[in-house]
């Protein structure tokens, strides 16, 4: 730790901080526009200059590290000066339109050119007139607006998406992409990281014109369950409706990215497959009912099922609810309820501890493809390569050809077991400490030259990561045992919620459900599954006309996470709480409520689940021990494929949609 | 602007060369524009803001001087922007065109144009070419010597009637001053446009 002066305020930081977030710590606001938090400063727009006592020359806060002593005056008249000549120049290129400006209100120069009085600039004034790029339905790129801070360049090229460039040198500079090709055209995944870094109106979300301005937004922190990422994100709302999302993800950390699904398919909340009423086949078609008849009819087959029903979930629902649907498949006596995690996991995996992937200096990616262009775990994907951008070492062992492969110091090509013993054989080999049985189990191999290049790294790395695909977590762990933390990497956002909430099963497993014949089967959310089961009685309960939900029997309408309230356990074992930022669509009822009124008309009373019982059930983490270098073969499933079936209500219901004609239309050409 | 160095070539010019193309102007207008120009061609880096946006907001100040339309308030813009930019440029280039323009604003040179005066006779936007039909013998030599087209008029031939007498075209005259070596009469002159002062 530290100890400074700031403008007189006494404040202890740790080691390695930088100017500017020492001033936050005491409420110190210094202006800037090209600084941003957990990346490197790079002094462009010298809005932050300070100066520090006992020497001559002011120095940029972004990018000067505290000192033991150091006594700093961020408001002296020199460097206000500065700050006002150069948001000076700033204005005399800018438009002056903030009334009719989308981003009034949260804009940085509009905030300091209030501040330091520049009503007009003092400088002659610059127009370019160059064109406005509206072609995609996710991001306005309109290059008057931009103030040079390079704040959208570099998160771009922090995620490795670099899309974006500079062209041209000083005032004639402008933010571009490779030959000034749409957005569309140049490799941009519209994850809008972009969006949210850009400090004034340059880069905005597409449809936001005329759409409220942030102080008319009520904000609510919550979680997107699109993906196994479980993203945080910070959700705007005005007049009851979902306006733009933003990611939630403290300022700084790696994990501040979301992905076009995350940020733009809330449009699917009013979209046209979207269930507002429950339903009931009646003479072969679906009709509206009322929510008694339909939860009568649902208790009626339920009961008469008895131990011949079965439920079925996805893992996109919240932990209150998995616990609740449990307890519901008690009281109708089934022993058949699972959910989707069977389907790419065991359950033992989803109880894998978490780690610190703000610090991890070293990645093992063990079976796992995350792929932001695929929007496969995209969040997660980011992650890792904004750690790697900054300096964390990366292997990769797949048997495919990931793309993230091109960024690993390391790649193993080949079978994931056989690379994971050739690692912890080398490891060994090198002198690492390993249980007895591994020792045993591995004397007979002999790594090869780049396993023995992994291990050296694996060796030199603090803090190792290890990240599986499920069904190579055993195998994977094993590692962790010499060093590190590893982590099953769930394809849902809830996966370890289901799993430590206990909706797992004790007859039959989801597969077996689907492919066997039932009395009755329940199906919640949007489960990988097309055609209907054979059942004597179907009954879908899902926020979205899925295919299945129009073969079933009776539908019942769901939330939502954006219209539910609950917590979430996300892939690190966090658990993340998932709050209502609008009200349901019509008569939609979150999944919870869903359950105990279903349990009501059988007969029973469910009891809410008490936030206690979450948190201890997150907190039992399966030990590490030692275990077989075996590959579960029976959870290997196509991510991609997966993802896709699970989030199309989403993709098919929202702007997405437009990007993925895109992407097919390309594909075929 | 970006984090991430480029692999850029080394740029061709470097503040040396920009020193050198201004070492032969004597106007300190001309001089100070010419260098700022040179600055803004190459070695600018384009790396910070007070220096990028700066350095080319004076070229616009200075343009206006040397064009016979500053004010005292453009003479205060570039004392400003070379001040900021000493303080707070990044590297020592944009601080040494800060030096070189704050050095220039210490002569008498602004002062004196903005009453409309260019000492070193370097600013062409600040006289004006005149013949003086009284010394004017419509010989046309003028006209022959122009290499612009400038002077119009027609001269007097012999025996004929009617001729145009010779006169400036002021859009067309770059003020070269090869007119005026050849009039045998001495009937161009050059005038500063605000003062009325014959140069």
Known sequence: MVNLKIDGKEVTVAEGTNLIDAAEAVGVHIPNLCYMKGMKGIGACRLCLVEVEGSKAPVIACNTKVKEGMSILTATDKVVEIRKFVTDLIVSMHPLDCMTCTKAGTCNLQRYAYDFEIKESSFSRKKFGYPTDESNPFIKRDPEYCVLCSRCIRICKAQDTNVLEFAGRGVGAKVVTGNERPLQESGCTFCGSCIDVCPVNALLEADRWRRGREWEYGKTGSVCLSCGSGCSISVSTKDGSV?????????????????????????????????????????????????????????????????????????????????????????????????????????????????????????????????????????????????????????????????????????????????????????????????????????????????????????????????????????????????????????????????????????????????????????????????????????????????????????????????????????????????????????????????????????????PVKDADVKKAAKTKAKVAFSAFKRDAAHDVDAEKFMNETNKMTVNGSRLLWLKELECAAVTA | MSETPQKEEAPKKDMKDVLAAVENIKCMVQKSQKFVEEFLSEPMCGKCHPCALGSYEALVRLKRISAGIGKQEDVA??????????????????????????????????????????????????????????????????????????????????????????????????????????????????????????V
């Open chain 1, 243 to 607: 306006i733009k999302i933003n990611a939630g993800a403290p300022d700084g950390s790696v994990e501040r990215t979301i992905c076009a699904v995350g940020r733009f398919g809330f449009d699917s909340l009013n979209g046209e497959m979207r269930i507002a009423h429950p339903m009931k086949r009646v003479g072969g078609e679906l009709q509206e009912t009322t929510w008694d008849d339909a939860l009568k009819t649902v208790a009626g087959h339920l009961k008469t099922a008895g131990s011949d029903a079965a439920i079925v979930s996805s893992a996109a629902i919240l932990n209150e609810d998995s616990a609740l649907l449990k307890k519901l498949a008690e009281t109708i006596k089934t022993k058949n309820v699972d959910s989707t995690v069977s389907l790419y996991s065991s359950y033992d995996a989803m109880k894998s501890g978490g780690a610190d992937i703000e610090h991890a200096d070293l990645f093992l990616l063990a079976g796992i493809e995350p792929d932001q262009w695929k929007r496969v775990l995209p969040a997660i994907d980011a992650a890792v390569r904004k750690r790697v951008n900054n300096g964390a070492k990366l292997v990769v062992i797949h048997s495919g050809d990931p793309k993230i492969a091109a960024k690993a110091s390391v790649f193993l090509k080949g079978d994931e077991v056989k690379m994971l013993m050739e690692i912890g054989q080398a490891l060994i080999a090198k002198g690492a400490k390993a249980p007895k049985e591994m020792v045993e189990a591995l004397a007979p191999v002999n790594p090869s030259d780049s396993a023995m290049t992994a291990a050296d790294a694996f060796m030199a790395a603090k803090m190792p990561v290890i990240l599986s695909a499920p069904s190579l977590y055993k195998a994977a762990a094993n590692l962790s045992l010499i060093k590190g933390e590893a982590v099953a990497v769930p394809l849902e956002a809830n996966a370890k919620g289901v799993v430590a909430m206990g909706l797992t099963s004790d007859g039959r497993k989801f597969n077996e459900i689907i492919s066997s014949s039932t009395k009755a089967l329940y199906a919640v959310g949007e489960i990988p599954v097309t055609k209907r089961p054979d059942t004597g009685f179907l009954v879908v309960q899902a926020s979205h006309m899925t295919e299945l939900a129009t073969q079933a029997d009776v539908v019942l309408p769901s939330t939502p996470a954006l219209e539910s309230e609950g917590t979430m356990i996300d892939w690190l074992g966090r658990v993340k709480k998932v709050n209502r930022a609008c009200e349901p669509a019509g008569d939609a009822k979150p999944n919870s409520n869903i359950f105990m009124a279903v349990a009501e008309a059988v007969g029973a009373s469910l009891k």
């Open chain 2, 77 to 198: 813009a570039i004392q400003r922007i070379a001040d900021d930019m000493l303080e707070s440029s990044r590297c020592i280039k944009g601080k040494d065109t800060a030096k070189f323009l704050l050095n220039a604003l210490k002569t008498e040179a602004f002062r004196e144009h903005l009453e409309g005066h260019c000492e070193e006779r370097e600013c062409p936007a600040y006289v004006i070419y005149r013949v003086i039909p009284e010394k004017c013998v419509i010989c046309g030599l003028c006209q022959d010597a122009c290499k612009y087209n400038a002077i119009m008029g027609q001269k007097t031939v012999s025996y004929r009637s009617g001729y145009l007498p010779f006169e400036i075209r002021q859009k067309r005259c770059v003020k070269c001053g090869d007119c005026l070596p050849a009039c045998p009469y001495g009937a161009i002159e050059v005038i500063e446009i605000k003062t009325g002062v014959l």
